[in-house]
């Protein structure tokens, strides 16, 4: 009796370090995780400007979603040592009431990584990765034209001409549906895989005025 009353203990003790150590390094990954997010929205993307995206928004989306999947394969399979085909299956086959709590931890983490990257790095990680090493392409006053509506009526497509070359964008259509036909001040990128635009907002809210402007120094003349 003595002998199964250790044994007992001895995996209750081995049980308890395991879900510490969980608990440990699922708190040190977010950490890292957060930190890595903090250090490319800071090379990336200014939140006062508004964006344009060459490729659809919602791919960005998708590629974010990606990214992030990958993020949490790296910590089951290196952090957590989920790395054999018997523990990955475990974690993936979740059977809702009678799940183990250290299954849940796990998968609480990617709802927090979702959570997290929404949160610190709009529009989007892929948006943000893109833009961590770009070149100027194009800055200056320019027509933003319509080029057709996106897959849905959340996105607009638009289009910008400068020195012969079009570039064609696509954006939300509560920032753009406005502006379309007008003049704004835009600035083109080459990011690292795609090309994208920025907006001044400033030079945004003006725009309605500035093709009455125009004429009105054409009159003035």
């Known amino acids: 009796m003595k002998i199964k009353k250790s044994i007992a203990q001895k995996a209750e003790q081995e049980q308890s370090l395991k879900f510490t150590r969980l608990i440990i390094r699922s708190i040190l990954f977010l950490a890292v995780f957060i930190s890595i997010l903090f250090v490319i929205k800071r090379h990336s993307i200014p939140q006062t400007r508004l964006f344009l995206s060459e490729i659809p928004i919602v791919y960005t989306w998708l590629i974010s979603l990606a990214v992030i999947i ?27 009431y009678n799940t183990p709590i250290d299954v849940g931890i796990k998968w609480f983490v990617l709802i927090l990584l979702l959570i997290i990257a929404a949160k610190i790095s709009p529009p989007s990680l892929y948006s943000n990765i893109n833009a961590l090493h770009h070149g100027i392409i194009f800055e200056g006053k320019a027509i933003l034209s319509e080029d057709g509506r996106g897959r849905d009526n959340r996105f607009v497509r638009v289009s910008v001409e400068s020195r012969g070359e079009q570039y064609r964008f ?52």
Request: proline share 1%.
């Open 70 to 96: 990958f993020s949490w394969a790296v910590y089951l399979g290196i952090v957590v040592k989920d790395n054999t085909w018997h523990k990955i299956k475990r974690v993936l086959l979740i059977g809702g």
């Open 170 to 221: 696509e954006g939300k259509t509560k920032q753009f549906g406005s502006l379309l036909n007008k003049e704004v001040h835009i600035t083109v990128y080459q990011g690292l895989f795609s090309k994208y635009a920025l907006v001044e907002p400033a030079v945004i809210f003006n725009s309605g005025n500035f093709l009455q402007e125009k004429r009105q120094e054409a009159d003035h003349r």
